[in-house]
């Protein structure tokens, strides 16, 4: 099945950020396998009708983070050996992108970060009760 990404031009978040964090959040789902290819810069481009410097930048991201690697005349690969390391640090950097701009969020609405302690405190305990 190919990789089927999408971007939102009006999000607010830079178009190669968003191809980061989907490919990110693939890995870390299992929906991308390691050693599956992803789509050559240009197709990508093209099916996303973006700049292919964007796609390029994405991948130039994603091989600096470990998560893919690209050969010359082959093209780019999900890196890894799917082990339960790696894919619980795809999704950790996932979340992490995720909260920041909850955060951010947070903040630009004038809330304390006593204010947000408590929005986490009792986001955690509503899904993670066992652990309180």
């Given amino acids: 099945m190919p990789v089927v990404l999408t971007v939102d ?3 607010g978040v830079p178009i190669y950020q968003q191809i980061v964090e989907q ?9 991308l396998q390691s050693g599956e290819q992803l789509p050559t810069v240009k197709q990508l481009a093209l099916d996303l009708t973006i ?3 964007t796609v390029a930048r ?3 991201d994603l091989e600096r983070d470990g998560v893919i690697e690209t050969s010359p005349g082959r093209g780019s690969f999900v890196k890894g050996d799917g082990d339960a390391a790696s894919t619980r640090a795809a999704a ?3 979340t992490r992108r ?4 909850a955060v951010r969020e947070a903040k630009s609405m004038g809330l304390l970060r006593a204010d947000i302690d ?3 405190d009792t ?3 509503r899904w993670f009760p066992e652990e309180r």
């Fill in 9 to 11: 031009p009006r999000s």
């Fill in 23 to 31: 490919v990110k959040r693939s890995t870390a789902l299992g929906v």
């Fill in 51 to 53: 700049n292919p410097n």
């Fill in 58 to 60: 994405a991948y130039r």
């Fill in 92 to 94: 950790s950097d996932v």
């Fill in 98 to 101: 995720a909260f920041e701009g």
């Fill in 118 to 120: 408590r929005v986490v």
């Fill in 123 to 125: 986001v955690l305990d």
